[in-house]
């Protein structure tokens, strides 16, 4: 970040997410080296001494690309979203990269044969509060995109109740009557007797290279990052205005 | 000329004059009050902090909450009373903290509403014409008049609750209108299964998948509302009833005519709406006696997104679109709150800053 130029890339530090990363750049014949494994969190590319590598967890990864403090980062579209309400102002997404991908979804007990869409949660959730005396909960990690959604189908009359791990149990626990998260295959929602709705489709994510728009583009780090990005399969059109 | 300093002077003299109390809610307030009245759409434009018990608060966003609060916890229902406040009060906007400098009036418990709500238009205008804001451009908009007029164009009951539920939410309604007009599908050789039978399916399928029957939605729940559903299909609005819905939801013009317009088109209708548009008549009129530049439309879509509106409401705007001051009747709000009875409540919220720069223009 130092006006004598240089580029931090931002890549998760673990896990499959981090494996392919790193399968994405050697593909570009960049070969990301995490010198200590994985308990180092600096790194480097061969032939690009320019580059910084730094290793963080994904949802970092967007906090940092959207208040620049990174350069350019690998990480879930949905992230970048969900980090910070404008969020996606903030960034330039250059492209999927083909693994991670993952829908966010809203899901109700399958139970709810009442309920297919979201006008029937609408309705639901409408009266919820005189039959039950509190607001119909929806367990999350997601917030903002919640809110977002729910905001646009007129929904007002609930409750987030944030989770950090296995939202999917949070209606069988007791915790929460619906959930808002994320699911690749379907899977986990199935055993846990939970049923996407018909229009509960949050947003579609995968991994993608994406560009901090906050972050101090000096002249010479704009070429840098020109230079990196036509290695990796092309520079965006009109790059040059959005930084 | 009066300077910006002898305006707020002025506008405190009114706050503080003597048929009204001043009061000033505490800065920092618990914050599960406000989520439990107006839901996660409000809540997120609150700035939270946690005490080291977990316990939430936030920063004072606004001042009829804690104000009726206090009414009930101090053990006022039953008695009139009429607070005013001047203060500033706390948002989140777009990621950013914001203060505003808001002043209002809260009339709770008032025998007589229809003059309470006169009292209220009377205050939005005289601090308007503290800053020099005389031809304001005010919308009416009618909550208890929509919920009189589906019952009055006997919309089915259970129809008549969803479409209620979606008033105020241009799009969520528009959907559901949309949704009405749409030629229904015929649903045949499907007999509605017996109650029994659809509640004891989905009680199986609820402690299959470990559900409680009794936490959230129960059985029997379930299974009405689905019922419901199909008798829904079933029992669609007529057409005609439909486009009246939303030939009346598409009103939106100066009061007078407006209101003239939607006594005719129940007319036509065959039915008579004269006795629940008086009310409204009568306000509009008022306004008008107060403030004769003014530009007063009557807008029948218009409503807060907060379901504890239940009579009149109004926004009053400058000349750049800006709302200076809004409030209505929100009967509801005290009973969302806990209070054992009906008691009836209206107010307005003055936008200090605005009507500072409407001044200053």
């Given at each position: 970040?130092?006006?004598?130029g240089g580029l931090t890339l931002a890549v998760p530090s673990k896990g499959r997410l981090e494996e392919m990363t790193r399968k994405a750049?050697?593909?570009?014949?960049?070969?990301?080296?995490?010198?200590?494994?994985?308990?180092?969190?600096?790194?480097?590319?061969?032939?690009?001494?320019?580059?910084?590598?730094?290793?963080?967890?994904?949802?970092?990864?967007?906090?940092?690309?959207?208040?620049?403090?990174?350069?350019?980062?690998?990480?879930?579209?949905?992230?970048?979203?969900?980090?910070?309400?404008?969020?996606?102002?903030?960034?330039?997404?250059?492209?999927?990269?083909?693994?991670?991908?993952?829908?966010?979804?809203?899901?109700?007990?399958?139970?709810?044969?009442?309920?297919?869409?979201?006008?029937?949660?609408?309705?639901v959730a409408s009266d919820f509060r005189a039959r039950h005396g509190r607001w119909l909960r929806v367990a999350t990690k997601y917030v903002?995109?919640?809110?977002?959604?729910?905001?646009?189908?007129?929904?007002?009359?609930?409750?987030?109740?944030?989770?950090?791990?296995?939202?999917?149990?949070?209606?069988?626990?007791?915790?929460?009557?619906?959930?808002?998260?994320?699911?690749?295959?379907?899977?986990?929602?199935?055993?846990?007797?939970?049923?996407?709705?018909?229009?509960?489709?949050?947003?579609?994510?995968?991994?993608?290279?994406?560009?901090?728009?906050?972050?101090?583009?000096?002249?010479?780090?704009?070429?840098?990052?020109?230079?990196?990005?036509?290695?990796?399969?092309?520079?965006?059109?009109?790059?040059?205005?959005?930084? | 000329?009066?300077?910006?300093?002898?305006?707020?002077?002025?506008?405190?003299?009114?706050?503080?004059?003597?048929?009204?109390?001043?009061?000033?809610?505490?800065?920092?307030?618990?914050?599960?009050?406000?989520?439990?009245?107006?839901?996660?759409?409000?809540?997120?434009?609150?700035?939270?902090?946690?005490?080291?018990?977990?316990?939430?608060?936030?920063?004072?966003?606004?001042?009829?909450?804690?104000?009726?609060?206090?009414?009930?916890?101090?053990?006022?229902?039953?008695?009139?009373?009429?607070?005013?406040?001047?203060?500033?009060?706390?948002?989140?906007?777009?990621?950013?903290?914001?203060?505003?400098?808001?002043?209002?009036?809260?009339?709770?418990?008032?025998?007589?509403?229809?003059?309470?709500?006169?009292?209220?238009?009377?205050?939005?205008?005289?601090?308007?014409?503290?800053?020099?804001?005389?031809?304001?451009?005010?919308?009416?908009?009618?909550?208890?008049?929509?919920?009189?007029?589906?019952?009055?164009?006997?919309?089915?009951?259970?129809?008549?609750?969803?479409?209620?539920?979606?008033?105020?939410?241009?799009?969520?309604?528009?959907?559901?209108?949309?949704?009405?007009?749409?030629?229904?599908?015929?649903?045949?050789?499907?007999?509605?299964?017996?109650?029994?039978?659809?509640?004891?399916?989905?009680?199986?399928?609820?402690?299959?998948?470990?559900?409680?029957?009794?936490?959230?939605?129960?059985?029997?729940?379930?299974?009405?509302?689905?019922?419901?559903?199909?008798?829904?299909?079933?029992?669609?609005?007529?057409?005609?009833?439909?486009?009246?819905?939303?030939?009346?939801?598409?009103?939106?013009?100066?009061?007078?005519?407006?209101?003239?317009?939607?006594?005719?088109?129940?007319?036509?209708?065959?039915?008579?709406?004269?006795?629940?548009?008086?009310?409204?008549?009568?306000?509009?009129?008022?306004?008008?006696?107060?403030?004769?530049?003014?530009?007063?439309?009557?807008?029948?879509?218009?409503?807060?997104?907060?379901?504890?509106?239940?009579?009149?409401?109004?926004?009053?705007?400058?000349?750049?679109?800006?709302?200076?001051?809004?409030?209505?009747?929100?009967?509801?709000?005290?009973?969302?709150?806990?209070?054992?009875?009906?008691?009836?409540?209206?107010?307005?919220?003055?936008?200090?800053?605005?009507?500072?720069?409407?001044?200053?223009?």
């Amino acid at each position: 970040m130092s006006s004598a130029g240089g580029l931090t890339l931002a890549v998760p530090s673990k896990g499959r997410l981090e494996e392919m990363t790193r399968k994405a750049f050697s593909s570009s014949r960049l070969t990301i080296a995490r010198p200590g494994g994985a308990r180092s969190y600096i790194g480097s590319i061969k032939n690009q001494p320019q580059v910084t590598v730094r290793f963080y967890p994904a949802a970092e990864i967007a906090r940092e690309l959207i208040f620049g403090g990174v350069d350019i980062g690998v990480t879930g579209s949905d992230l970048i979203h969900e980090v910070s309400e404008n969020g996606e102002e903030n960034v330039l997404f250059v492209r999927g990269l083909g693994f991670g991908e993952a829908n966010v979804v809203v899901a109700v007990p399958d139970a709810w044969i009442d309920v297919q869409q979201m006008v029937d949660l609408a309705d639901v959730a409408s009266d919820f509060r005189a039959r039950h005396g509190r607001w119909l909960r929806v367990a999350t990690k997601y917030v903002n995109l919640t809110r977002r959604h729910f905001a646009k189908y007129g929904i007002a009359e609930y409750r987030i109740v944030e989770s950090a791990g296995a939202t999917e149990a949070a209606p069988a626990a007791g915790s929460a009557d619906l959930i808002v998260d994320i699911t690749s295959t379907g899977d986990t929602l199935a055993a846990n007797s939970l049923r996407v709705l018909e229009d509960g489709l949050i947003m579609s994510s995968e991994a993608n290279l994406i560009v901090s728009r906050t972050a101090d583009w000096t002249p010479l780090r704009k070429a840098q990052l020109e230079a990196l990005l036509s290695i990796m399969g092309g520079v965006p059109a009109g790059i040059s205005t959005l930084l | 000329m009066k300077t910006a300093s002898e305006r707020y002077a002025a506008l405190v003299r009114l706050v503080e004059s003597r048929t009204v109390t001043r009061v000033t809610p505490p800065l920092l307030l618990p914050a599960a009050p406000f989520f439990d009245l107006a839901g996660e759409e409000f809540g997120r434009n609150l700035l939270l902090t946690t005490a080291s018990n977990g316990i939430e608060y936030c920063l004072r966003p606004d001042f009829t909450l804690p104000i009726a609060k206090s009414y009930l916890d101090d053990g006022l229902i039953g008695v009139p009373a009429a607070y005013t406040y001047l203060g500033t009060i706390f948002r989140q906007q777009n990621g950013q903290p914001v203060e505003y400098e808001q002043a209002g009036l809260e009339l709770l418990g008032q025998a007589d509403a229809s003059q309470a709500l006169d009292q209220v238009l009377t205050f939005a205008r005289w601090a308007l014409a503290i800053y020099d804001v005389t031809a304001p451009s005010i919308r009416l908009g009618g909550v208890g008049l929509f919920e009189a007029f589906l019952e009055a164009a006997e919309v089915p009951p259970a129809w008549q609750a969803r479409i209620r539920h979606r008033f105020g939410h241009p799009e969520a309604l528009q959907r559901l209108m949309e949704r009405l007009a749409a030629p229904g599908e015929v649903i045949t050789g499907h007999a509605p299964d017996g109650r029994e039978t659809v509640i004891e399916i989905v009680t199986d399928a609820m402690l299959s998948a470990g559900l409680s029957l009794i936490g959230s939605r129960t059985p029997e729940e379930i299974a009405d509302r689905y019922l419901e559903k199909q008798a829904l299909d079933a029992a669609r609005i007529p057409e005609r009833t439909v486009r009246l819905l939303q030939d009346y939801l598409s009103v939106a013009e100066s009061a007078q005519s407006a209101l003239d317009r939607i006594g005719a088109m129940c007319q036509a209708h065959g039915f008579d709406f004269e006795e629940p548009l008086f009310q409204v008549r009568n306000h509009a009129a008022a306004l008008a006696a107060l403030s004769p530049k003014a530009d007063v439309i009557f807008d029948a879509s218009f409503s807060p997104r907060l379901d504890y509106y239940t009579g009149i409401v109004f926004e009053m705007a400058g000349d750049e679109g800006d709302i200076l001051a809004s409030g209505g009747e929100y009967d509801r709000l005290l009973t969302r709150l806990g209070a054992p009875e009906h008691v009836t409540a209206s107010g307005c919220a003055l936008w200090v800053d605005r009507l500072e720069k409407e001044a200053t223009r």
